[in-house]
C-alpha cells in the first residue's frame, strides 16, 4: 500500500544542518500537499512545515522560519527538510505526511505514522 519513507536524521552540534527526506512508495504521482511534524518526548506533535503538491506555496511554523526550507521532486516522489543553524530545542523525531492544506496552522495530516526519522542537536 502507499507508504511515506522518512530518512536523514542525525546528531549534529547547535548550528548544524540536517536534510530529511520523505520518499512515497507504492505510487508514481502525489496529488496532496506533503507536511513535515516533529514530536519531542512530553510534548504533542506539531507541524514544522508544509508544501503543496505543486510545490508553489510553502508554510512554516514560526520556530523555524528562516532556518528551513521546505522542497519537493514529484519526478522522484520525495519532499526534502533542508533544516539548518540547529537548535537544541529542534531535538525530535520527524514525521512526514500527506495533508490536506497547508495553510493556516493546521494541516489536516491523514494516514497513518511510520517510523519518523531521529534529529539529535546537542554539544
Known amino acids: 500500500q502507499l507508504q511515506l519513507v522518512e530518512s536523514g536524521g542525525g546528531l549534529v552540534q547547535p548550528g548544524g544542518s540536517l536534510r530529511l527526506s520523505c520518499t512515497a512508495s507504492g505510487m508514481t504521482l502525489d496529488y496532496y500537499g506533503r507536511g513535515w511534524f516533529r514530536q519531542a518526548p512530553g510534548k504533542e506533535r506539531e507541524g514544522v512545515s508544509c508544501i503543496s503538491s505543486n510545490g508553489r506555496y510553502t508554510n512554516y511554523a514560526d520556530s523555524v522560519t528562516g532556518r528551513f526550507t521546505i522542497s519537493r521532486d514529484n519526478a522522484k516522489n520525495t519532499v526534502y527538510l533542508q533544516m539548518n543553524s540547529l537548535k537544541p530545542e529542534d531535538t525530535a523525531v520527524y514525521h512526514c505526511?500527506?495533508?490536506?492544506?497547508?495553510?493556516?496552522?493546521?494541516?489536516?495530516?491523514?494516514?497513518?505514522w511510520g517510523q519518523g526519522t531521529q534529529v539529535t542537536v546537542s554539544s
Open positions: 505526511a500527506r495533508v490536506m492544506s497547508c495553510v493556516g496552522g493546521n494541516w489536516h495530516p491523514f494516514g497513518s
